[in-house]
């Protein structure tokens, strides 16, 4: 099929791979010119930020941001604009699918409306774990539901072609509302622990033990950890998608709303514990944070709550810096090398660090890393 795919992310570069790889003809349009550059080196398919590479395409794939707003609300601006683009370019009738994530009656409410009546539509919300050797497009089960029957049957075909696993759902609706259930339900499992994380503490108990306890329970129990709070571009942004159409339409999204509550706490938590480290204040201590971006061995700082910590700790005065040899560069500093310094925090940890200069400096260190595991002690 000859299929296009616009946004070159982390989703659209992941299925153009992917749909390459089984003989698709594809282009992926990305409006991101310094980005372009770097992708043409290492991508076998043709890439471009011209629309007019999508006008003869028979499957047009939208993987673009869904990020929210000042307010933390739903910002369907990145797609919006790609539709319009596509809009202008399509002269014959397409199969429009959406995998970028958003609320449920994005595809039918927004997309649609946008392109017209001429294009089927379905939805296929992406499910991609950045760095995750075991679960990748082509093993992960994917949802997709088409508007119309001939819609679904079309999007079946397409990601027969490349997922081992494809389950049709009766609506667009129920697969866009899946996702979003999906992680919200780990964003709220996540501010669960976080806060008996905080009563383990006052109680004296140790989290990680109590979890491995919990865990052996065969039936009804799964473990979750502990954590300055949740990052990336979905746990900390999706629920808010659904809490959105929620409270639009009457209900409030209690849980929600508190996990949200709970999860962006933890910076504040934890700097008022390193802060009883030091004898109760930051102010004026050297403190080095060993990995700032939101999850092991991936670049992605977007909603770090590595960087949120960081923020809490220089407001309240200590001299923050970090070492990231992922990331490298983030708001105009540099990822500077492990030194001696009053306390070290493990937030995020990539492969391969080498916490020698801590270990040999006699430097105190806290991990709140969530696993693997970095030879020292679970702090929370
Ligand atoms: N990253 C993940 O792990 C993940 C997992 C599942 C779902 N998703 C969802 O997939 C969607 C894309 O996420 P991502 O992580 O790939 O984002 P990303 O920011 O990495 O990539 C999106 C790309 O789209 C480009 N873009 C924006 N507007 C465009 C336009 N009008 N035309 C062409 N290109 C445009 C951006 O420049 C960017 O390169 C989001 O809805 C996200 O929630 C992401």
Redesign the pocket.
């Known amino acids: 099929m000859r299929v296009a795919i ?7 570069t992941a299925i153009g791979v992917a749909a390459h790889s089984v003989g698709h003809q594809v282009v992926g ?4 010119l310094e ?1 372009l550059d770097s992708l043409r080196n290492s991508l076998e398919y043709r890439v471009g930020s011209d629309y007019g590479l999508v006008s003869d395409a028979e499957v047009i794939v939208i ?4 990020p929210l707003d000042q307010e933390r609300r739903p910002d369907l601006s ?1 797609i919006e ?2 539709c319009k ?1 596509l809009k202008s370019v399509l002269s014959e009738p397409v199969l429009v699918v959406n ?3 958003s609320f449920p009656g994005t595809l039918r409410n927004v997309i649609a409306p946008i392109l017209g009546d001429m294009h089927l539509y379905a939805s296929a919300p ?5 760095a995750n050797e075991k679960w990748g497009i082509a093993n992960t089960p994917r949802l997709v539901a088409g508007i119309d029957d001939i819609a679904t049957a079309k999007a079946l075909d397409f990601y027969r072609s490349f997922c081992k696993e494809v389950i049709e759902v009766s609506s667009p609706e129920v697969a866009e509302a899946a996702k979003l259930f999906e992680n919200t339900f780990r964003q709220v499992n996540i501010a669960l622990v976080n806060e008996f994380a905080q009563i383990a503490d006052v109680l004296g108990i140790s989290t990680v033990e109590t979890l491995q306890a919990a865990s052996t329970k065969p039936y009804g129990f799964m473990p979750f950890m502990p954590s300055i709070g949740v990052g ?3 746990i900390p942004v ?1 629920p808010s998608y659904l809490s959105y159409v929620a409270e639009k339409s009457g209900v409030e999204a209690a849980f929600i709303n508190l996990a949200n509550q709970v999860n962006a706490g933890m910076p504040d938590y934890v700097a008022s514990r390193i802060a009883g480290l030091l004898g109760g204040t930051v102010e004026g201590k050297k403190i080095q944070v060993a990995g700032i971006s939101y999850k092991a061995d991936v670049s992605d700082t977007r909603e770090s709550p590595a960087l949120a910590l960081i923020g809490v700790l220089r407001k309240k005065g200590a001299l923050v810096s970090w070492h990231d040899e992922v990331v490298k560069e983030h708001g105009g500093e540099t990822s500077k090398p492990l030194a001696g310094v009053d306390l070290g925090v493990i937030a995020t940890a990539h492969s391969g660090v080498n916490y020698g200069p801590w270990k040999n400096g006699g430097v105190m260190v806290i991990d709140v890393s969530t696993p693997p595991n970095t030879g020292w002690p679970k702090f929370l």
């Open positions: 616009i946004g070159q992310g982390y989703v659209g349009i990305e409006n991101n980005k993987a673009v941001p869904t990145f604009a790609a683009s995998e970028s994530t992406e499910r991609v774990d950045p990336g571009h979905c999706d």
